[in-house]
């Protein structure tokens, strides 16, 4: 699955982006966290 993470920074809502995370799966969540895209 090809990940748009220039897409997920023009969110500015924090509920807006754990939403995106919730339907992907916490491999989503590890996959932003490990690459430095997302920080919780």
């Known amino acids: 699955m ?3 993470y220039n897409a997920l ?3 500015s ?3 807006i982006i754990q939403q ?3 339907y ?3 491999t ?5 966290l490990e690459s ?3 920080s919780v």
């Open 36 to 38: 430095g895209h997302y």
């Open 2 to 4: 090809l990940i748009n």
């Open 13 to 15: 809502n924090k509920d």
């Open 28 to 32: 989503f969540v590890d996959t932003l």
């Open 9 to 11: 920074k023009l969110f």
């Open 24 to 26: 992907y799966g916490d």
């Open 20 to 22: 995106e995370i919730s």
